[in-house]
Structures are given as C-alpha cells and as structure tokens.
C-alpha cells in the first residue's frame, strides 16, 4: 500500500481562551452595543479611545487574585527596553489618557468607550483571555451623586436592551464601611494589608460559596471538592461573626443602623455609610426603588483600586451551568469609585467613578431571554453567472441592485449553475438573479426566491411536481429586476 505523502501544512488551531466570532454574533453584539450607546449619550457622555496596548507602569498592578507584579497581564519589552502590555480593562488606560490630557479636557470629564481587554490567565469555561468591555466613567465629581447617576444610569441601560423589573438589581456597597469593619475587628494597617484583600476576596465568594463557605476562608481555609486547600485570613471567631453580620445587613430593613454598629464609630466607615444613604436617597428621588437599585453590603468588586461606592449589575432570573445545574445568571458588570488612580500620574488627588459592562456575559443573558439573536441575517441577493463571456451584462445588473440600496453580490468563482446556487444558499441569500443565453435573448431575467422556495419545498412529494410547479421562481423584464427583488425582499421580511 502506497505511503499517504508527507505535507509541511500547518495544523489549524485556536489558542485556548479565545474565541472566533461569526457574522451572526458580530452584528447582535453592533445592535446591542448602539442600544447601550444610546443611554450613555442621553447621559451627556461623549466616546473616547485609547489603544490597547499601554506601559505596563501605567496599567498598575491592581488585578484581583494575583500575588506576583504584573502578574495577569500579557506583557512584552520594546526595544528601547521599556515594558508594554495589552490592557486587562478600560479604567487603567482612560485614568492615563486624562492625566496627560488633563489641562485640556472639561471636568467633570464624562466618557464611554468599548473594546477588547486581555487577561493572562489561565482559561476556564466562561473565562476567556479576552473578552470585550463597554464603558461609562465620570473623572473630576467627587459627589456621591456621580456615583448614584452611574447606577441609574445601568438601570436605565438593562431596561433599553429589553430586561424587565425583577430581572436584574443594581447592587451597592461601599469600600469605606468594608475598610471600617476591617479596621474595627483589627485588621489595620500596612501590616494587615494581605490579609484585608483575603477577606475581600472571601466575601467576593458569597454567592458561589455561601455563608458557611465564606466562614471557612475566614478562618483556616477551605477545601474545595477536588482536595485544593485555599488558605484562608486567620481571623478569630468573633472576627469572622462581625464579618458575617456585616454582609448579612442586606435584607434588613434597617440597613444603615446596623452598619454603624458594625464599624464600632470608626470615621471611614461611618463616612461610607453616610455616603451611600446619600446615595439611596438621591436614587429614591430620581424614582428607582430597591427593585431596581438596593445597598448590599456583600458587593465588593474585585480590583484594588476602589476607594469608595462599588456597584454590581446582576441578572436574577436563573439558568443552567456547566453541570446541569439550576442557577442564577448573576453579574453582568459592575464599577466603583476610584479617587487615586488618576492621581497615580499627578501630584494632586482627582475623584473618578464609572461602570463597566462584560459584553459578552450580557449578550449571552440576552439571548437566553430572547431579548437578542445571534442567527445570521439574510446575505446579499446573489447575481449569478450562467455565461462568463458576458460579466458585463451581469456587472450592470448587480451594480443597478447596489445603486438602488440594495445589498448585492457578483458570484465570482468557477463554478457552474448547480453549485452556485448551492453557495447562495450557504450566504442565506433571500434570492438569486438567473440569465443565461435564452433569457438574454428575451430580454427577461429570472428571480429565484430562495426563502420562498425552502418553505413550498416542504410541501412538494417529488421532483416532478416541483419542475411543473417551479415553486418562488419568477420571470421579469430585466428592466424589471430591481421593482421585482424589492417585492421579493418586502415579502420575506414580513
């Protein structure tokens, strides 16, 4: 048996984490992202851009769960030696962008931006190593009245791409009653500093963990199902009970009392508190109630560089995870003051607070709901080539298509009648022009509506009936054609 030849061809492969997209998914995610624009515009935000590539100084270090510098980030030396990297959100870069533009920009400087970002870990389902961010920030408004406009704002922005009341909340906290809380149980200090972002990280896992689960992280740690231990903050029990009351104030009706008494009159804690009771009622005010905007004192958002009010967009209606299981959608987005990121690049503190939305998270939420759909919209009308000595004659056709707005294409391979009707099929074309030399004798083109004809075909027994029949096929005048593919395009899209 003869050797199979041997072939240098390289094998075709996708890196783990990242994903293709297809034309479907692209133009949802256009329609969704121009709703989303259509919000932050009617807020008075106006777009900016920055590239996605930054100085890896200017980026910071301020990623969740990563203990080594730079660590998370996807990084590379130039040749004059500097270090660059792709930015892992739109915060980091926008803080540089208005640091080096300051003098010129208004203030407060209100802004939206979406684009990729890049994340350097390690891959999971659902975690992808880039993904796309939609952004809405105001720098230079230190008022908690920024921050209350950003959640109404999201409200707003959910209600536009279709989610109903009781379909999702805008959680808010604070990281000034949190530090409060730390400090009052004993965890102040630059000493402390590790073991405050254990406990930060641990009340991020309330939702996946539960009470019980977060108790364990922080005490000793826990053991996951797998028998990896994760180390916990080392806090004594009373410790961790005033931690647990601290995230259990939610469902209380009076949510500020208690929180005064969990920071113990500490001033940042009560200063967070009195903050978010502006917040609420400004967001009362403005007519949002606790449906669709509510303090929760278990929001904590995972990157550093928070100072003050964090939020978190949530989806409460359920779904099915990677095992099957009933469960919650859960966060789509979420933001926070963050008062020295700015300032990081000046000599002066500058107050900045914005909301971020996963793209991708969102789109899969609102496809689940119907809200949105991915599956690929009509191709172009496909004029095809029955006789090649006269490309002219089907140049002029599918140029008076396109002049009268209509999207159209030129079959140009080399293939023949069969197959290209084959491939106007797989372009989900809703029709095909036909002449060939008889028609052209005539004077007359033919239309085959393809949309049309999938549904007759269903109903036809055999190939017969469908030659006597020629089901969705028309003859037209050729000066007829544009009049004639309008008529055919008006009828599918009814």
């Known amino acids: 048996m003869a050797e199979k030849p041997k072939t240098n061809a390289l094998k075709a492969r ?23 624009r259509e919000v932050y515009e009617r807020y008075g935000f106006e777009p900016v851009e920055t590239p996605l590539i930054e100085y890896t100084d200017a980026l910071g270090k301020f990623l969740p769960d990563q203990d080594r510098p730079n660590e998370g980030v996807f ?79 999201m409200a707003d922005t ?76 080392g806090l004594d029990a009373s410790a961790i ?23 113990n009159g500490n001033s940042q804690g009560l200063a967070g508190v009195a903050e978010l009771e502006e917040i609420e009622t400004l967001i009362k005010s403005a007519g949002y109630g606790p449906d669709r905007i509510k303090i929760d004192p278990s929001v904590v958002r995972g990157l550093e560089y928070y100072t003050g009010p964090v939020f978190e967009a949530e989806l ?8 099957g299981e009933p469960a919650r959608f859960g966060s789509i987005g979420g933001g926070g003051r963050y008062d020295g990121l700015v300032g990081r690049f000046r000599s002066e503190s500058v107050p900045g607070t914005g909301f971020s939305i996963g793209v991708s998270r969102l789109m899969a939420a609102l496809t689940a709901l119907g809200k949105i759909s991915a599956a690929p919209e009509p191709g172009p009308v496909v004029v095809t080539v029955f006789d090649r000595d006269r490309m002219g004659d089907y140049q002029r056709m599918v ?33 095909v022009v036909i002449q060939g030399g008889d028609e052209k004798a005539k004077g007359v083109v033919q239309i085959k509506d393809l949309a049309l004809g999938k549904q007759l075909s269903a109903g036809i ?34």
Not at 14 to 36: F, N, Q, S, W
Not at 85 to 105: H, I, K, M, Q
Not at 207 to 224: A, N, Q
């Open 158 to 233: 959910l209600e536009a791409l279709g989610l109903e009341r009781g379909q999702y909340v805008i959680r808010v906290n604070n990281r000034k009653v949190l530090d409060g809380v730390m400090e009052a149980i004993g965890l102040a200090g630059d000493e402390n500093a590790g073991r405050r972002l254990t406990v930060l990280r641990a009340i991020d896992k309330l939702d996946k963990f539960g009470p019980e689960g977060v108790r364990l992280l922080l005490g000793e740690g826990r053991k996951d199902e797998s028998g990896d231990f994760t180390k916990g903050a």
């Open 316 to 323: 409460l209606f359920e779904t099915v995870n990677e095992k």
């Open 461 to 494: 027994a055999d190939n017969a009936t469908w030659r006597e029949e020629r089901p969705a096929q028309v003859e037209v005048p050729e000066s007829d054609l544009v009049a004639a593919v309008r008529r055919i395009l008006e009828g599918d899209a009814r």
């Open 75 to 153: 990084s590379f030396q130039d040749d004059d030696e500097q270090w660059l990297s792709l930015r892992y959100d739109l915060t980091a870069p926008l803080a540089r962008y208005v640091a080096e533009n300051f003098d010129a920009l208004p203030k407060p400087y209100r802004s939206y931006r979406a684009g990729w970002v890049f994340r350097n870990e390690k891959p999971g389902p659902g975690r992808f190593r880039q993904f796309m961010q939609f952004d809405a920030d105001t720098i230079g408004a230190a008022s908690p009245a920024a921050d209350a406009e950003m959640c109404m704002m």
């Open 241 to 263: 009970d005033t931690m647990l009351a601290y995230v259990g104030t939610a469902s209380e009706s009076a949510v500020f009392l208690g929180l005064r008494a969990l920071v």
């Open 14 to 36: 996708l890196p783990r984490g990242l994903v293709d997209r297809h034309a479907g998914t692209i133009k949802a995610t256009e329609r969704m992202l121009a709703a989303i």
């Open 399 to 431: 140029k008076a298509l396109r002049d009268a707005g209509i999207r159209a294409e030129l079959y140009l391979g080399g293939s023949g009648p069969k197959a290209q009707l084959k491939y106007a099929d797989k372009r989900n074309s809703p029709c």
